[in-house]
C-alpha cells in the first residue's frame, strides 16, 4: 500500500487569491516547512502562465523530494510529470492511467461508500472520502458525511491496499479525531492558509501541522 505523508497540502489558486499569495511563493513555502506531497487545485481556465507556474512547482517538488500532484487535469500532469488526482465528473480513472502510465501516483475522490467501493476496482493509488466536516473550498460541495462511517470505510480501503486520504473542513483542532477513526492522510486547504498570509506565516502553520501529527506507522 501506497505510504502517503499524513499531512496533503492542497494549493488551492482561489484560497491563495483570497490570501493575496502567489502558487509559486505558497508552494515553496510549504515544501520548505517540511510537506511532502502538494496538489495544485485549480478550477479555472488553465492559462498558459498557470502551466508556467504548475512546471515551476514540479521542479520545487522534485527539488525537495516531494510528490506533485494536479488536480483534474491528466493533460497538465502529462507535460509537467505529476500524479493525478481526479473526480467523479472528470476523466475516468482507467483511462487517466491509460495516458499517465503506471510510474504515476492517481487518486479519486468519493463522497458515498458505493462511490468508494467502486473506487476500490479503479486502477488508483489512493481513494478521498469526503467532505469529512463543512468546507467553503467547494461552490457546490458535496454533503457533509462525518466521521462516523470512516472506520469501516478506511478498513475496505486498507483491504484493497488503498489508503484513505480524508477531507473537507479538517483543522488542526480535529485532525487527530480524524486520524483515530482511520484514514492514513488529511488533505487541508483552508486551515493551512493563515489570514492575512505571507510566506513566513504559511511556514509557521504547516510547521504546525506537521508537529501536530503522529507519524506514519512502519
Not at 50 to 77: M, S, T
Not at 83 to 89: K, N, S, T
Not at 174 to 182: Q, S, T
Request: charged share 20%.
Amino acid at each position: 500500500m501506497l505510504r502517503l505523508p499524513r499531512l496533503y497540502p492542497v494549493l488551492d489558486t482561489a484560497t491563495l487569491a483570497r490570501r493575496g499569495l502567489e502558487p509559486e511563493q505558497a508552494a515553496e513555502a510549504i515544501l520548505e516547512a517540511g510537506a511532502r506531497i502538494l496538489q495544485l487545485r485549480h478550477k479555472g481556465f488553465f492559462t498558459r502562465r498557470l502551466f508556467e507556474v504548475a512546471g515551476h512547482i514540479a521542479a520545487l517538488c522534485r527539488r525537495y523530494g516531494a510528490w506533485f500532484i494536479v488536480n483534474d487535469r491528466a493533460d497538465i500532469a502529462l507535460l509537467v510529470g505529476a500524479g493525478l488526482h481526479v473526480g467523479q465528473d472528470d476523466l475516468p480513472p482507467a483511462e487517466a492511467r491509460r495516458l499517465l502510465g503506471s510510474g504515476r501516483v492517481i487518486g479519486f475522490s468519493t463522497h458515498t461508500p458505493q462511490q468508494l467501493a467502486s473506487a476500490l476496482a479503479e486502477p488508483v493509488d489512493y481513494v478521498a472520502f469526503g467532505p469529512i466536516f463543512a468546507t467553503g473550498s467547494k461552490l457546490n460541495p458535496d454533503p457533509v458525511v462525518g466521521l462516523a462511517q470512516l472506520p469501516e470505510l478506511a478498513a475496505r480501503a486498507h483491504a484493497a491496499s488503498r489508503p484513505l486520504v480524508a477531507i473537507g473542513g479538517i483543522t488542526r483542532e480535529r485532525a487527530l479525531e480524524v486520524l483515530a477513526a482511520g484514514a492514513d492522510s488529511l488533505a487541508v486547504i483552508a486551515d493551512l492558509y493563515p489570514d492575512p498570509c505571507s510566506a513566513d506565516s504559511l511556514r509557521q502553520r504547516v510547521r504546525e501541522w506537521l508537529d501536530l501529527l503522529p507519524p506514519i506507522p512502519d
